[in-house]
């Protein structure tokens, strides 16, 4: 008897949960909680497959810690989905809490972005470095209630002002970490709002803020009050969707970045010159956006922030919100230009979500991110004040590459793999 | 001499090159062209690893074709982020290209979602399935030109609208998947839009589109016309950012999925009741969308989108466009509730982009999709049927979670790793 | 007997009904049909003032038809609003219907308007004229329909696609002058909107479409598909609401006007400079409109929309849609300034509504507006060409105002009343 | 000598200033400034007569103190436009500043819409009276200034903040009513908005704004921080412009209003029930207003405040923002229906601009509005709240209307003057 038998007993447990599953005598969230999530995995990858005839053996080769994975990230957890990871920069970030050039990975499987924005961070190298701002707006979170109407409705909003200092204790009572801002009130009909804004050191604080908003009103509004919450979450939050209240309030980080382009860094690295990038800027960010009916006045914000959000371990829902802003650009004397940026909402965490997966830790770890317990929301900033940077890098890349009108040219060339990586878009 | 010999050169020659790097006499994109991507990806990371004292391994242990996402995916490559896979499933689809049940693979690292998602699946499942139909409404691109004035736009319209055929001609003579639907001008003071609508098969074709714009704008419209196209995109496409235009007109495809559930799976499944999901619907997704003035009036479709994007190799930062949408939840008689969901513009692809990337393309096989040069389009509709069903199965599990106060309670349990995967969520 | 008991008689009667409708035992609207509207007026005035103690003497002493107001424009008549009217022009149009100078009466209580257009008049006058085009988009009407879901819709709407020409006729039947341009569809979850697009002569056309709906739904579309017409206003029509597919579709008429403004006209006439208004239009109509999220990229469009529809008899309620849109203001070489504005939704009408009441009928024939049956739509053009200009005129004043700071003073002048008419804005 | 020379004389001066004016000598503001406003506009006139061969005898025959129109409100005076006033209610308005049943003045040429609105009061009063409440959120003007960047931006705006107690003290000397509530920042790029908020008692307060923020900006804010400012009004405001801004802040008055209608109001005053109701608010006032991208979730709010803004005097460029809001209507118990409004951004005086006009005077005073010096606010709230119960009655009926399918007939029976006034809307 002995380790052989062990062995023997445990494949034949491992095909009869094969079995189960493919048979649908149990659910693929029902194997025994005692099986080690690499073990689960591998099981249900055995059962897909034979479900269904197709190969999950890449999907299997990962290289991220499957217990903390499918136990804090992913449910059902089968293996992992793996984006090519390239690496721009330098850049040059003079912020608050980062004065310095740093490599910034991104994760992208569209062609040209990374050679696109590693020029934009040789031209802001050259250019001495973007300025960048991050103000830490704070997250939020918006339980909906339903009153009777008007009378009931302002006997609330008066009874939560007068309750800020119990609403404070108990909702900051759910974490060390977090600290209510305000809370925020609207009104009509008979639904109330109550958007609470909370900072929340270096995690991103969606789920804190959850937490402490079910706490603070199952535990104390409902029951002093009497009246229902419908939702904990009710959409004046907003999170994960365009908005109004977050592009005029801002929600998580609100960034600034800026740079000013000197004449030779337009031509030289950029191939383009001011007036250029001022037209583009005005019929494409403005006139085009405005047409349109956009809430983003900018060419591509998105791009940039969700490949940085995936390297980051970032929630990539939030791409979202994260990816409204406005670009600006003005004319300066003797030919310079003046760039900036501006996002009003971006959710931004340095710990918890997705950022202790392995590869996405590596990814911090790269940019010097390290959370210290003794300055609570300085490692999140720093990351912030490199995504602005970065943004902008992408920013001015591409505006420049509409001058020169090789937008078209660096997709055919990069995206059908004519070129080796670093062509001539990667100056 | 020999193998050795050449063992030793490679060495030296990659020590040089990292060295190369740290001291950064070459940037990361000036690596010699003869060098095999993984190689590359190594002295990237080496010299990154030196100049930061951080470690990459993870990163570089990939599962990827390193050669192909170098060459068509990103620039300067080192390797690949890993983001967890959950499978959940088989949601049933009654669709046009696929009526059936399928095992969907969501990528995440945000807690609860695959388990509430597949709650969701179950739901659909014991309600017979949900009806989906996808519009391909076709990819847009819209060069943004410059004219002196009101006389000269209008000339300029009318030549475009004397010269639809060679215009489709020449955009349909870039690629044999490319049909030109129709070409929207769109003007006022000195700029003119110019939005080319184009199916393209099974791919996303946004590249396509771009390519297609430029030859026919450098080739045919300015020479032509003498009029100037200040940049190929003039965000009137628009691309990426959250627009009136594309939830009007669409964009990529238009996705309309729906169920109606009877009150055994209200209650035993999503433990909840036709008049709590009313209430929820009613104060976050149309009063809360409505105070917030945001775009999208449902509860999280980007959750579930993103997931089901990352996993199937789409381009993440279209998340920005393809969630936004409504949900609409209706009484029907005896406790029944008929739920529906509307995405207006989802870009999706079967073919190019990411879906080639080894695990991605796993995803699509585990869920059937294969393109067949025979029925050009095919392929991507059944995805995308595919992704209406699951973005609805999520969308109903959460309004569900509303009413029965658990949304707090499930990020705690299992966001913080107290519960092993298939928990109370997860039925 | 004879006219003296006449006269007794009719006194003692009006005195009764004035009692009634003091002592509420009849409504003001309940007044015997016979009576003519003059004396109706007077009787509910009597009343009022009796029940108030309320003076409606000026209110009384009206110059316009009282039977066709009464009969056509407003029930429960009692006299009218007066609003001081103020002259501007003349004003150049360079448009398609009208190629002249014409003055323009301006209804407004808000000083400082009339002065300020007037100079702005001026100023496009010295400049050779406003360009101005107008596009009859037509009126539209949406119908909100109530489906059981996908399939009932899909099929509702091929039904509507094949029977165009039935409802072509059906609609066209109601009135000589509406022909219908289109029927758009748009359908999420059960509800399906019928977009429908008029043209309607010289008429404003809101009444003639909705008549026109109503026969269609009720007699052709509800019978012969059985689904039911929830409303024949959907809200996506839309009247009387800032709304996106207004602002890309147009409704009613979409206006461009522009004009070029050399050095001395910029100089003398208005105040300014180029890099003045530059500056202004760049900070305000654009980063201001972009900041506050507003649909209107313009000064103020709705001042001088809303004046002119006052003198002109239109719908004052279509101010709201009338007035989004863009101006724009570029430089041009040597110190010139272009400048243009951009109206995408105007409902307007030459004849109906409030057109015929007198002293707004004064106003358009000031203006030399004549419907002529022969050319249905002419007499509408003209005015909205005049129209445009006026707006450009107000426009251009007001941004010119700006660079010279004088906007608080002008009103602290004129507003307070120390100055008498003509001051110095008034140039 | 003597009368008749002078007579004689002034005949023959008058003679000269027409011929002046139809020879283009002078221009219509260019009148002696002696000339009293009545004859300045009858020589106007009859110039505009000789001119254009029109005649302005109606135009003429104002009832108006010509001298106060001419000086405060319109320049280049030329008479009156005249628009229809109709009575509608008395609608009983449970308030704060009002607790009584009023009579209100609707100034309209749009048929029906005075007999439909009378038709709400109805129901209003047998209901039990409307509850509404206004909130004074106050006047808003927003300067734009330039900076040269972020470092700048952050100065200046820490300033602002350190110089609360003087901008509050200069912005308050320049009006007794004026109180300064809070300035709010915004900024991107190299711009910054100040958007400064008072209460301005019983005036509407915009004219009283500009002249605090122009006294503010010239004497205090530009000398002391050397920060230019661009435009007194930088669209941040936002006047006269749908935007978000104003939605979610408020802006002048918002304003609430909402009524329980029990079955029988429900079935013999509105011809309807709870179930036609809720199914046209479902599917116009939300879903409607979703898919076309509206900010008016309503069915006409703009109708009924543009008349009743008209008849007392506002500014009618203000219904543009005004207009914007919410209805609601919710099913209760025993076929009874909650239906509520919400106007956000109402601005309202009950002095200054139009309010002062004879006849707009007469309906201020009809409906009780009295300015106590000793309550300034106090008018201004009571008028308000008389619009919010009065929007409401519209609202209500025209839901009701859609429900009984009868709009269109409406229109046509009543605009095209068929009946007399009394109809069977007007019960």
Request: proline share 4%; with cysteine.
């Amino acid at each position: 008897m002995g380790k052989m038998n062990q062995v023997v007993r445990a494949r034949s447990r491992r095909d009869e949960l094969i079995r189960a599953l493919i048979d649908r005598q149990i659910g693929f969230h029902q194997l025994p909680r005692d099986l080690p999530a690499d073990e689960a995995a591998e099981i249900r990858r055995a059962a897909l497959e034979g479900l269904t005839g197709a190969s999950l053996a890449k999907t299997g080769s990962y290289a991220l810690d499957a217990k903390r994975a499918a136990c804090r990230n992913c449910e059902n957890f089968i293996g992992a989905t793996q984006i090519p990871l390239g690496i721009v920069g330098p850049v040059a970030v003079r912020g608050e809490a980062i004065d310095d050039e740093v490599f910034v990975p991104l994760a992208t499987s569209e062609a040209a972005l990374v050679a696109s924005t590693n020029r934009g961070c040789s031209a802001i190298r050259k250019a001495g470095g973007a300025v960048v701002r991050v103000e830490d707006v704070g997250m939020t979170r918006a339980p909906v209630f339903r009153t009777a109407g008007i009378d009931e409705t302002r006997r609330f909003i008066a009874w939560i002002e007068d309750h800020e200092e119990e609403l404070r204790e108990v909702t900051q009572g759910t974490s060390e970490y977090l600290k209510l801002l305000d809370i925020r009130p609207y009104t009509f009909g008979t639904t109330i709002f109550l958007r609470f804004r909370f900072t929340s050191g270096d995690a991103m604080g969606m789920n804190m803020a959850t937490i402490a908003c079910d706490r603070v009103v199952r535990e104390f509004i409902e029951p002093q009050t009497g009246i229902e919450c419908v939702a904990l979450s009710g959409n004046y939050c907003v999170d994960k969707k365009p908005a109004a209240i977050n592009f005029h309030e801002g929600r998580g980080k609100r960034v600034f970045a800026e740079i000013l382009l000197p004449p030779d860094v337009l031509e030289k690295t950029l191939k383009t010159h001011a007036e250029g990038l001022l037209e583009v800027q005005y019929r494409k960010n403005l006139m085009g956006s405005i047409a349109s009916g956009s809430a983003g006045f900018n060419a591509h914000f998105a791009n940039v922030l969700a490949a940085f959000f995936i390297a980051t371990g970032q929630d990539l829902a939030h791409v979202v919100e994260g990816s409204m802003g406005v670009t600006c650009v003005e004319a300066r004397e003797g030919g310079s230009v003046y760039m900036s940026i501006y996002l009003p909402a971006v959710p931004m965490g340095a710990v918890g979500g997705g950022t202790a997966l392995d590869t996405q830790n590596e990814a911090l770890a790269l940019m010097g991110i390290e959370v210290d317990p003794e300055r609570p929301g300085h490692a999140v900033l720093r990351l912030t004040e490199i995504l602005g940077a970065t943004v902008l890098a992408g920013e001015l890349s591409l505006l420049s590459a509409f001058t020169s009108n090789d937008l078209a040219r660096a997709h055919e060339r990069l995206g059908r793999g004519t070129l080796p990586p670093g062509g001539p878009l990667a100056r």
